[in-house]
């Protein structure tokens, strides 16, 4: 089974746990956020970064969850220097499902063996502020399942897609970029990139979008508005 969610059922005394929901006494629901890992499958490295718990499986699948709760916040807070950056010519796909979480920045600048990303449930309340150089450089992503990646918050995508040399098609539908105020290099040398869905994107408040798609020589189509 692929890393991600699941709907599971649980019976334990005094609890009654369904769909990710359990009852206390029966007047009081919380969600429960999961990540349910095969049993046939191996944690080769594993950490915890400021309360970011980092699982990277013997198959190359990177797990990231559990809750920020480091002192950087914003546009300053960059995983240039992440622990699981130093495995990071094993890192083949990535599941970040991290509550509290308030920057992309860097995170996986130069994984130049990253082919797919996804994001879990907790990436939809909309902490995240910066998604500058997120994936900057990542020559062989060819996949990004962004449903849960909520933007409405983020300000700065400065080369946020910049150099994913091996990307061909990018569905960005569900960003709301209403606060963005730098897009300069977002997609510049993507060159094999030939649609880009920006149905949503808002740029009347953008005064950066300097070479936005430079070097898209393969650009075939557009979708905006």
Not at 27 to 49: C, F, H, W, Y
């Amino acid at each position: 089974y692929p890393i991600g969610e699941y709907q599971y059922t649980v019976t334990m005394d005094g609890y009654d746990q369904a769909s990710g929901t359990y009852t206390v006494d029966t007047l009081k629901r919380r969600k429960v956020s999961i990540v349910m890992i095969p049993d046939n499958i191996t944690i080769a490295e594993s950490g915890v970064q400021d309360g970011i718990i980092w699982k990277l499986t013997t198959k190359g699948e990177l797990i990231l969850t559990g809750k920020y709760t480091g002192a950087k916040a914003g546009d300053e807070l960059s995983f240039e220097n992440s622990q699981w950056k130093a495995y990071m010519n094993q890192i083949y796909t990535a599941y970040v499902d991290v509550e509290n979480l308030s920057s992309l920045r860097d995170m996986f600048r130069e994984f130049t063996v990253l082919k797919r990303v996804s994001f879990g449930t907790n990436m939809n309340k909309g902490t995240v502020v910066t998604m500058r150089s997120a994936f900057n450089s990542a020559t062989s992503l060819t996949s990004m399942d962004s449903t849960n990646l909520n933007t409405e918050n983020v300000t700065n995508m400065f080369r946020a897609f910049s150099g994913c040399s091996s990307l061909q098609k990018l569905d960005l539908s569900g960003f709301d970029t209403k606060n963005v105020t730098d897009m300069s290099w977002m997609f510049a040398e993507d060159t094999k990139l030939k649609e880009v869905n920006l149905q949503k994107f808002d740029t009347s408040g953008v005064p950066n979008m300097a070479n936005m798609f430079l070097d898209c020589k393969n650009m075939k189509s557009i979708r905006v508005g």
